[in-house]
């Protein structure tokens, strides 16, 4: 039993030991940067200010059968001139994987995985950019999974291009 308790509330019933399991051990910030660069003269600034937003994911196993997922945010915001505000965020996730086929893995680590993350961050970052002294930055919902498979569309296009091109 003190092996199943890692994998607790995964929905793993008795006799279903080598159905795929996923769960959710933990979750963090990893690494948080706000700066006001341009604090007290942005606040008197009228224009509001353009958002830019990228995201990163990254994947690595920690230990038997864990992974964690980190999802980066970096969310630069400009007005006018002036920068109004820049913030770094990594959030990640310790995820339990257990009995995932191998070509299942990488679509539940960069896809399924930051979804669950995601909403955690996106609270984390408004409050952030909030207590920054500015309205709240309200991302909106995400699709990882559909990123994912586009980008590995995209990778398996390129590569049958390549091959077709040395044929």
């Given at each position: ?17 080598d ?11 990893k690494?948080?940067s706000f ?5 007290p003269?942005i ?5 509001p200010?353009?958002?830019d937003?990228q ?8 230990g ?9 945010i970096?969310v630069r915001a400009?007005?006018?001139e002036?920068v ?19 070509e ?11 979804r ?6 996106r609270r984390?970052?408004a ?9 709240p ?6 699709d990882?999974?559909g990123?994912y498979?586009?980008q590995?569309a995209q ?13």
């Open positions: 039993m003190a092996e199943n308790d890692t994998y607790a509330g995964m929905g793993v019933e008795g006799g279903a030991e159905a795929p399991q996923a769960g959710v051990l933990s979750q963090y910030v690494d948080l700066e006001n660069p341009n604090a003269a606040y008197q600034q009228q224009t200010p353009a958002i937003v995201f990163n994911i990254g994947s690595n196993k920690v038997e059968d864990v992974y964690e997922v980190a999802l980066k970096e400009q007005a006018g002036q109004a505000f820049i913030v770094d965020l990594t959030y990640a996730g310790l995820f339990a994987l257990r009995n995932i086929p191998q299942a893995l990488d679509p539940f680590l960069l896809g399924e995985a930051p669950i993350l995601f909403p955690f961050a984390v970052l409050d952030q950019v909030r207590d920054g002294g500015f309205p930055l309200m991302l909106e919902p995400i990882f999974a990123i498979m586009q590995r990778q398996e296009g390129a590569i049958g291009f390549e091959e077709a091109g040395h044929a």
